[in-house]
């Protein structure tokens, strides 16, 4: 089992506003199957990582574009369910008016791949779906653009909320072991650990 990181380059556009953005593509799994987290800007460049595994699904933290613009290409190479939380659809929609997700993610819900389960964290403020993606196996949590290195992730914009993200971070993140590796949409690895004095308060 490992987790692999592919480094994707496109925009990302919401309010009016386009911003070029490099995006972490995850691929966990092993030799035979893997879990692709995030599908964002060039399916055939992740497409190549997968090198023939069987893809159990394409689970999208949440439903910006730049996280999901290459899910729906991606879909059809690999014959993978797109997942995405509900509360995201609308934000889907603005991308893939004609395609819906094929399932759902929800809060505590379990996802098994190559034999290892993953448990889902539903993270709302980022946008109202966001979603974690937490594997206990390889004390990790895969954590979108919820949380990253330096502290929560940007709110100010449609579909988020400051103090939402700073709870729902302190109240299902920060409670996981410190030494959990947050693997994370954009930039570096960060731990739970170092993370925890940069999370307000309130």
């Known amino acids: 089992m490992r987790v692999q ?3 994707t380059s496109g925009t990302f556009s919401l309010d009016g506003d386009t911003f070029d953005v490099d995006n972490n593509v995850w691929l966990l799994g092993d030799d035979e199957e893997v879990l692709i987290v995030d599908a964002a800007h ?3 460049t992740i ?3 997968v090198a023939g595994r069987a893809v159990a699904a394409i689970v999208c933290t949440h439903a910006h574009d730049d996280h999901i613009d290459a899910a729906v290409e991606l879909a059809e190479l690999t014959g993978a369910p797109i997942l995405l939380h509900p509360a ?4 889907w929609a603005a991308t893939h008016p004609d395609r819906k997700p094929d399932g759902e993610l929800t809060d505590g819900q379990r996802i098994t791949v190559a034999g290892i389960e993953l ?3 539903h993270n709302p ?3 109202w779906g966001s979603c974690s993606l937490y594997v206990p196996f390889l004390d990790t949590v895969f954590t979108g653009d919820t949380l990253f290195h330096g502290g929560p992730g940007a709110t100010g914009r ?3 909320d400051r103090p939402t993200i700073e709870a729902s971070i302190r109240n299902r993140l920060l409670t996981l072991p410190g030494n959990t ?7 570096e690895d960060t731990t739970v650990a170092a993370e925890r004095p940069n999370v307000p308060r309130p």
């Not at 995201?88 to 934000?91: I, K, S």
């Not at 590796?181 to 930039?187: D, I, L, P, S, W």
């Open 47 to 49: 497409h190549r990582a």
């Open 119 to 121: 448990q889902v964290i």
């Open 5 to 7: 990181r592919v480094v």
């Open 181 to 187: 590796v947050v693997r994370t949409g954009h930039g």
């Open 88 to 91: 995201d659809h609308e934000l």
């Open 125 to 127: 403020g980022h946008t």
């Open 158 to 160: 449609s579909y988020s």
């Open 42 to 44: 060039d399916a055939r």
